[in-house]
């Protein structure tokens, strides 16, 4: 692999670099010859000094030498022989005095350890850095990437498809590691889209279920009025049951994939945009099955940020619900609204549109509790419903940047504030 040859010519240099440093420095390194002609010089100029009555202490110090006055003791010479030492015979004027011994090859083997020594040194401190050098090199080549990928692995073994694996250059595991990612990316794109897929069936079939329940429920009603009209008919009578019979029990089944998929309408997208204000007089027109719905004044055109379909839901919902425990006439009115709020002061103008009946209201202990989910008020038991519907308001309004009020003023009134753009 490029890592390890790279690294592997790098240590390959170093060590020839230490080699030939080692080789210069041995060539340095010599024993220095005597010099005889030197020696007798300093020989004949002691004996001046020494005919000059200057002391033997005085020439031993002058001239680095040791001179031993017959009668001498043997081992003295003898380990001056061992040290091999130069040795002359210290005879002024022909008058043998003793020996004079000069132990110059000590200083020289003294001066050679000190060199050996300093190669041996630096040769030990190059190849300590080069350790660590090559140390550091593994494992930013090699232990890291694979400690990096042991981590990756962890995160995406525990469903975390957002977390990176870090690149880096020169990484031995370079095409592994994009590939790696590659698979990141291909699974956590096909997760997403299951999950739309998923949120997206589930909605529609909260809706389906929602949708046929009016139907049903007309069906029901249908039901009710012929066994009134043909209460002496059995044969007619008979059937009209089967027929309620038959609409109850779809009633109940899509009641329990309702409830089914109810828990997963909190995470409903919103699909936001610029939309004509005058869609929303449209929504109200086309709801003519919840009886009279009379606009006392025209919406003010403009534009307005909405999801459509999650308004016309939002509409349906408040007017399905004042149709079936009101059952009066509706009233809608539109108006233009300003409300100052510390978030978002930039822009806080909003269409409120006032959607009122003649019903007998809401209790004041369930107002507070009307846009909690599942939440019914007692004054509603006998009517049937999941205790949904105005949670949902509550909750697309909120999600398209506007809100929702309600209160009792005559009946049950409902404002809903629609952010204009």
């Excluded at 110090?61 to 030492?85: D, H, R, T």
């Excluded at 007619?236 to 409830?259: P, R, W, Y």
Aim: proline share 2%; net charge negative.
């Amino acid at each position: 692999m490029k890592v390890i040859r790279n690294i592997t010519f790098a240590y390959t240099i170093v060590m020839g670099i230490i080699l030939a440093m080692i080789f210069s420095q041995v060539d340095k390194v010599s024993l220095e010859r005597r010099d005889v002609t030197y020696y007798n010089d300093q020989l004949y100029q002691m004996y001046e000094m020494y005919q000059s009555d200057v002391s033997v202490d005085e020439i031993e110090k002058k001239y680095n030498c040791n001179i031993l006055i017959a009668p001498y003791a043997a081992s003295e010479l003898f380990q001056a022989y061992q040290n091999s030492a130069l040795i002359m015979d210290f005879s002024p004027g022909d008058e043998y005095i003793g020996k004079i011994i000069w132990d110059d090859k000590a200083d020289s083997l003294n001066s050679y350890k000190n060199t050996f020594l300093s190669i041996m040194l630096i040769v030990w401190g190059v190849m300590f850095l080069v350790g660590y050098l090559f140390i550091f090199l593994i494992y930013r080549k090699m232990i890291r990437p694979v400690r990096e990928m042991s981590v990756y692995s962890s995160e995406i073994a525990k469903g975390n498809l957002d977390v990176q694996l870090p690149m880096h250059k020169q990484n031995m595991f370079g095409n592994f590691v994009e590939s790696f990612d590659l698979m990141r990316e291909e699974i956590r794109a096909s997760h997403e889209r299951e999950m739309a897929a998923d949120k997206a069936n589930k909605e529609l079939v909260a809706e389906l279920s929602h949708d046929i329940n009016t139907p049903v429920a007309t069906i029901q009603a249908a039901c009710e009025v012929m066994s009134i009209k043909y209460k002496d008919n059995e044969d007619v009578l008979e059937k009209v049951s089967a027929i309620s019979q038959k609409a109850e029990t779809i009633k109940q089944i899509m009641d329990n994939v309702f409830q089914a998929t109810m828990e997963e309408l909190d995470k409903l997208e919103m699909h936001i945009s610029d939309e004509s204000s005058e869609l929303i007089e449209g929504y109200f027109q086309s709801l003519k099955n919840y009886g009279d719905i009379i606009l006392d004044n025209h919406i003010p055109r403009c534009l307005i940020r909405i999801d459509r379909l999650r308004m016309e839901q939002v509409i349906d919902n408040v007017v399905g619900n004042s149709h079936k425990y009101a059952g009066t006439d509706i009233h809608v009115s539109f108006d233009e609204y300003d409300r100052l709020t510390e978030i978002d002061a930039e822009n806080n103008r909003f269409i409120k549109i006032t959607i009122r009946d003649k019903g007998p209201g809401v209790e004041d202990k369930d107002l507070p509790l009307i846009f909690e989910k599942y939440y019914r008020g007692n004054n509603v038991k006998d009517k049937k419903g999941y205790g949904i519907g105005m949670h949902l308001v509550r909750m697309y309004m909120e999600k398209q940047g506007g809100g929702v009020e309600c209160y009792n003023d005559n009946g049950f009134v409902v404002e809903l504030l629609v952010r204009k753009t």
